[in-house]
């Protein structure tokens, strides 16, 4: 492997909706979800070649009350040990990872690792976040994001890495509220500045270096009903999932390129050829390729990135090498596929020839740059959002379980029991009691 390849991270990313199902969510280990690595690594080099950086997203973690309750710490330190444990397991050098953070708010979580022999000693400034997107801000949806900082060995302050792990509202009219999701997570997810900047403000996600945003954003395919061909638009869609070149067409009606083509959604990120796998939703659940006849086949899992060098007026170009993007069949037991990218990351600039730019990199971290047009700026009422938002999760959260509890593991049973309870309750206290007999 030569030196420019050595210099330019290799970073994996994956995402999956787990549906809801807690501790049993992820059954299988994880070789189906990492091996990706090996066949990429032949492409990288004669040797194989373990990621630098692995970040793995999850949706719908674990049930809702529970997730609400804010009980999810147990399921997200089970995800932690059994990743950690199967990355290792399944490193081609028996390389070593170290958890760089873990953040997770009611159903949405992430994970971050760095190995050990090229970047974790290099990891600071590390930095969680959440946001709720959902009813009143709740955490139904929403997203939770890492940074931290890595220095670099040709730079005195290195380069930024955010994360952000997303879930959207769902279902296929509701692309308003879709974007207007993403709008709000980028004016509330909101990070610390760093140490060396003056401004010394509250800054958003687009304040890095590199950016790398996924999840289940829930775009869907969206076709036009066909009189002609006598087929509802989900079967329409389904005949057009066989191979790729009929899914580049099918491309045209996904949601979310139209709206990110239109400047409406994400702007200045960019993303693989998705098209070249199939649909990730929705499934018929223990199914390897079965689809829901109920929903129209659609992308909603997906994983999205930009870099400093990236140039504004370029949508679809970008100096980060996505050299694998796929989907994982093989994983049965949610109504979604997971997906897995593998991104190489361009060399530091700061390593590259002296430019009027590099003495600025010398200060501070270098940053994405955005179309003129477009400037993000923080919610002065984030933080007031995000809390209104996280005590109506608790305590929605709480009577929920309650009902649960008294449902025997069922909410609907639970508020049946509650009621029979009440008028049983409200009856016996207002019978009359008879007067005791007189002693005479």
Known sequence: ???????????????????????????????????????????LS?????????????????????????????????????IRTQIEAHAPKNESYSLVAKVVNVGVALLVYARDDTVARRVCDVQTQWTGCGPAYMGNKGAVGIRFRLSNHGSKVGEVFTFVCAHLTAHQPNLAHRIADYNHIVRTLLFSPAPSDPCQKATTMYSTSHLFFFGDLNFRVSMPSSPDSGRRPSEEALSMLTDERTR???KEYDQLINARRNGQVFIGLREGPFWTFKCTYKYKLGEVDKYNGKRT?????????????????????????????????????????????????PRPVSNASEGSDTLELESLPPKLQLPSTYNPTPDPLATFKRYTG????????????????????????????????????????????????EVT
């Open 1 to 43: 492997m030569g030196d420019f390849e050595e210099e330019r991270l290799l970073i994996q990313i994956g995402s999956y909706n787990t549906n809801l199902q807690g501790g049993t969510g992820l059954p299988q280990d994880l070789v189906d979800w990492l091996s990706p690595t090996l066949q990429v690594s032949s492409f």
């Open 46 to 82: 004669k040797n194989p070649r373990a990621p630098d950086i692995v970040a793995i997203g999850f949706q719908e973690l674990l049930p809702l009350h529970l997730g609400l309750s804010g009980l999810s710490h147990s399921v997200i330190n089970e995800r932690d040990v059994h």
């Open 248 to 250: 580049e067409t099918l």
């Open 297 to 345: 086949p659609s992308w909603t899992d997906r994983i999205m990135y930009a870099t400093y060098t990236d140039a504004p007026g370029s949508a679809e170009h970008s100096n980060i090498s996505n050299v694998l993007y796929t989907s994982i069949p093989s994983y049965t037991t949610s109504d979604h596929k997971p997906v897995i990218s593998m991104l190489l990351l």
């Open 390 to 437: 996280r005590i109506l999760d608790r305590i929605i959260g709480y009577i929920w379980a309650l009902l649960t509890v008294i449902g025997a593991g069922s909410a609907v049973v639970g508020i049946f029991n509650f009621l029979c309870g009440y008028v049983a309750w409200n009856w016996w206290w207002k019978t009359p009691t008879s007067p005791p007999a």
